[in-house]
């Protein structure tokens, strides 16, 4: 009868940790459940964050069906390519030496034009004849 006792006795603290573990960890998978969803909600906000949007202008250098080189400053000029693709919206008339505005993403080293827009040609300035002084 000891023996039986004995034996119950171990069965019934050896089930007790493990009942108790099994508690513990159904309360913790309920609580990533949970959390899962707010954690799939934070990561396009990360990847919206991780593409910014730019702005700089310049003096067109080459313009093709799939890049923009543009020239920016003066005695020290800078070219900055960038990628020209089916989105980019285009205003008005873009050549070679026009002055620009482009908008643009950049991710890593690739520049991608969002949007170019030539600025209008400025009026050459003409002088009025002066009147006749009397």
Request: avoid cysteine; charged fraction near 20%.
């Amino acid at each position: 009868m000891r023996n039986i006792t004995k034996a119950v006795a171990l069965a019934a603290m050896l089930a007790i940790p493990a009942v108790s573990f099994a508690g513990q960890a159904a309360a913790a998978s309920k609580k990533t459940t949970a959390a899962q969803p707010a954690a799939k909600a934070e990561k396009p906000a990360k990847k919206a964050a991780a593409v910014a949007s730019h702005t700089t202008s310049g003096t067109v250098k080459s313009i093709s069906d799939s890049q923009l080189v543009i020239t920016k400053g003066g005695k020290k000029a800078v070219e900055e390519t960038f990628v020209v693709n089916a989105s980019t919206t285009k205003t008005g008339t873009i050549d070679t030496g026009s002055k620009v505005s482009v908008h643009y993403t950049k991710d890593g080293s690739t520049m991608t034009a969002t949007a170019i827009s030539a600025a209008p040609a400025k009026k050459a300035a003409t002088k009025a004849p002066k009147a006749p002084k009397k």
